[in-house]
């Protein structure tokens, strides 16, 4: 019974997914509330694979063996991808432009993937979820395929995330080469000799690209292109988590390599650091709050790198609740106010209340205030750093979350200003209105962020997790709540150099090196292709008419004129061979000694 579970927990939404986008407009009418029910379904075998723990193991191809699980980390993991998959898929019921199959199915299938990335235990099963991970988040980042400015950030994103996968191949191959046969995830440390340390580099490359971290994160800036449902679900539990849950199921792979964890867990500091510094400059919602996804999931990977899994995990849930909330936030104010742009938000929150109270129980969560999540979630894992990574690095952690309490601050101060005298500039056709299933996942998933770092008490302690000591949770505390109150104090003031603004210019070096060059490549292959290939293939055509037209003019007539021949010769031959048919025996004996007179005449002259 429990491996069918955990094929269900995977199959379903997959399954669903791909009929729906199959079917395309013919299921819109029905594709939301198909997409929500699907969604209600997974969450339920979610939670019952939590508790039933299932593992399943199949013969993939000669040698390996493709392997799912559910243990104490994936658990975790399933649960909280199905909640957001539900929380999105309600919210955007309640836009218009989203209630297609098309939309509901790349949902479904993003999501499903996720859910086998999440549950792999061997490399090969992973790298196939990561890679339709990879395509629907592209589709996803780039639904508005209409809009010039959509299909460039969906193609900026799947490049880069595309570029930084090659190292899970090379890890693959490395393992392999390295003697571990069956591509276990467990059995990655045990690759041999410099082998070893050409996996983990592999997998620490792949890690960092989907998650964002420095000096990948510009793409997610670019994926702020997409509607706000998708924001919400690539920036929670799914692809942007998917980097630092691997590094976080392969923590044992980074000690073994000896070099691996201390350059993630500083690559972590330094991306929660500097991309919180960005988030400050903002001047747009949403790219505020992806700049601020790259700095939190910061704090996963320098929890990954010190060996803080428990740490880690609990902030990559809280973090999900969170900014699932302040993402789907942002999307209702977009649809109902028609900008995203903070000085367009002052007084959105006043507006409309409900939304305002939830996304300032999620910026409050994120800015690390007490009690809610994300302040105890971030001691635990300062506390793990603390431990292990010394006090520099736990500094450096700390800045990251002061840093953290600035940018959500700022974003509070706009939505709660006095409403504006005049009509402030707007992106689209402002609706004037949240609709019910829009405000529906905000009430969940607020009181979810705020609860959420109770998770290991919550568990009777089936989540190893060393609690942060008295002083350091003291110690945060003041630390956000002056934080946000020097910020409440001089939002106005405070000014950002234009390399934060620009996302420290990464973003247009890349487009330098990688972006343009790879389309400008793509584009002259299709030029090729449609000159050289295309004009060839329908020159081979044109000629093969021409001979076929020549040979039906020319040739035709002449073997016509044979078959035609040959038929009259073979009437012929078949009128003289019944004349000496004629039914008397005597005629048919002369003809017998006339034939036996001829062979013995030719038998005289041959020999």
């Known amino acids: 019974m429990a491996p069918l579970l955990l094929w269900s927990l995977v199959a379903v939404p997959l399954l669903a997914g791909g009929l729906l986008a199959a079917t395309g407009r013919r ?7 198909v997409g929500v029910l699907v969604a209600a379904g997974v969450l339920a075998l979610a939670i019952a694979a939590a508790f039933a723990r299932p593992v399943v193991e199949a013969p993939l191809v000669a040698g390996i063996r493709a392997g799912l699980a559910v243990d104490d980390l994936s658990a975790l993991m399933v649960v909280t991808v199905a909640g957001a998959t539900l929380a999105v898929l309600v919210f955007a019921a309640g836009e218009a432009e989203l209630r297609t199959a098309r939309f509901v199915g790349f949902v479904l299938l993003f999501a499903g993937a996720m859910l086998v990335t999440v549950t792999a235990t061997t490399l090969a099963v992973l790298l196939m979820a990561w890679e339709v991970m990879g395509a629907m ?35 693959a191959g490395a393992a392999l080469a390295g003697g571990v046969g069956s591509l276990a995830l467990a059995e990655l440390p045990a690759a041999g000799g410099p082998w070893l340390h050409v996996v ?16 990948f994160s510009f793409w997610l800036s670019q994926a702020m292109r997409g509607p706000s449902p998708v924001s919400a679900l690539l920036h929670s539990a799914t692809m942007v988590a998917a980097g630092a849950y691997l590094l976080l199921r392969l923590v044992p792979l980074l000690e073994v390599s000896g070099w691996a964890g201390p350059l993630v867990a500083w690559i972590g500091a330094a991306t929660a650091l500097l991309l919180g510094l960005v988030a400050v400059a903002q001047t747009d919602l949403k790219q505020l709050l992806a700049a601020s996804t790259c700095a939190q999931i910061g704090f996963m990977v320098l929890a990954a790198g010190v060996g803080g899994v428990a740490g880690g995990a609990l ?13 789907l936030a942002a999307g209702a104010w977009l649809v109902a106010l028609g900008t995203k742009r903070l000085d367009g938000l002052r007084g959105a929150a006043r507006r409309f209340p409900l939304v305002g109270v939830a996304f300032t129980v999620g910026a409050a969560s994120l800015a690390g205030l007490p009690p809610l999540s994300l302040w105890l979630t971030k001691d635990a894992v300062l ?24 940018y959500s601050a700022k974003a509070v101060w706009f939505v709660w200003r006095p409403v504006p005298t005049g009509s402030p500039a707007v992106e689209s056709e402002p609706a004037g209105r949240v609709s019910l299933p829009m405000r529906i996942p905000l009430v969940a998933l607020a009181a979810l962020a705020a609860t959420l770092g109770l998770l290991p ?34 939002t106005t003031r405070i000014g950002a150099p234009p390399a934060l603004a620009s996302w420290l210019g990464v973003e247009r070096a890349a487009h330098a090196v990688l972006v343009r060059p790879t389309l400008a490549l793509a584009h002259l292959l299709a030029r090729f292709d449609d000159r050289v290939l295309d004009r060839s293939v329908e020159g081979a055509a044109r000629a093969t008419g021409t001979v076929a037209r020549a040979l039906d003019r020319r040739g035709e007539p002449s073997i016509d004129g044979t078959v035609r021949a040959i038929a009259v010769g073979a009437r012929s031959l078949g009128r003289l061979a019944r004349r000496p048919q004629t039914g008397q025996i005597h005629q048919y004996y002369a003809q017998a000694a006339a034939v036996l007179a001829v062979l013995a005449l030719f038998l005289i002259v041959v020999r």
């Open 27 to 33: 299921a819109d009418r029905a594709a939301p509330a």
């Open 137 to 171: 988040s592209w589709a996803l980042i780039a639904y508005h395929w209409r809009e010039p400015d959509s299909v460039r950030a969906g193609h900026t994103a799947f490049l880069t995330t595309r570029l930084a996968d090659v190292g899970l191949y090379v890890a």
């Open 200 to 215: 983990t580099a592999g997998v620490v490359l792949a890690a960092l690209g989907k998650s964002a971290q420095l000096p």
């Open 315 to 327: 902030q990559l849930v809280a973090h999900a609740a969170t900014k699932s909330l302040l993402f």
């Open 383 to 406: 506390a793990a750093v603390l431990e292990h990574g010394g006090v520099v690095l736990y500094v450096a952690g700390l800045a990251g979350a002061v840093v953290s309490a600035v």
């Open 457 to 490: 008490l919550l568990t009777s302690g089936a989540i190893a997790v060393t609690p942060p000591a008295v002083w350091e949770l003291a110690l945060s505390a003041v630390l956000a709540v002056a934080a946000v109150a020097l910020t409440w104090r001089l």
